[in-house]
């Protein structure tokens, strides 16, 4: 059964940083054959795409909104993929889920809540 448990989240003021890290396991296939990405719901808003990590050449992808702050990594001997946070900002504050895919299977995380408010 895959799990994806993502830690990290917190209350930071603006400007600060956070890393968020999420643990996978229980994978039927190698965990570097999975496009992982980071995904973000804000009150009232609809989940939205962050940053992925794809497995074609370990090409990188990012919102518009959080090019050139936000980091996405991945250690495909730890199975874990993280995201670190920089010059956060109070509408980056979300519930943010680590997602997993491979073909048409998709895999959520339950969410670590990030609040950004000083």
């Known amino acids: 059964q895959v799990q994806l448990v993502e830690s990290g989240g917190g209350l930071v003021q603006p400007g600060g940083s956070l890393r968020l890290s999420c643990a996978a396991s229980?994978?039927?296939?190698?965990?570097?054959?999975?496009?992982m990405s980071w995904y973000r719901q804000a009150p009232g808003k609809e989940r939205e795409l962050v940053a992925t990590?794809?497995?074609?050449?370990?090409?990188?992808n990012y919102a518009d909104s959080v090019k050139g702050r936000f980091t996405i990594s991945r250690d495909n001997a730890k199975k874990t993929v993280y995201l670190q946070m920089n010059s956060l900002k109070p509408e980056d504050t979300a519930v943010y889920y680590c997602?997993?895919?491979?073909?048409?299977?998709?895999?959520w995380g339950q969410g670590t809540q990030v609040t950004v408010s000083s």
């Open positions: 997602n997993a895919k491979l073909w048409s299977n998709y895999y």
């Open positions: 229980g994978f039927t296939f190698g965990f570097s054959r999975y496009a």
């Open positions: 990590f794809t497995t074609t050449g370990g090409s990188t």
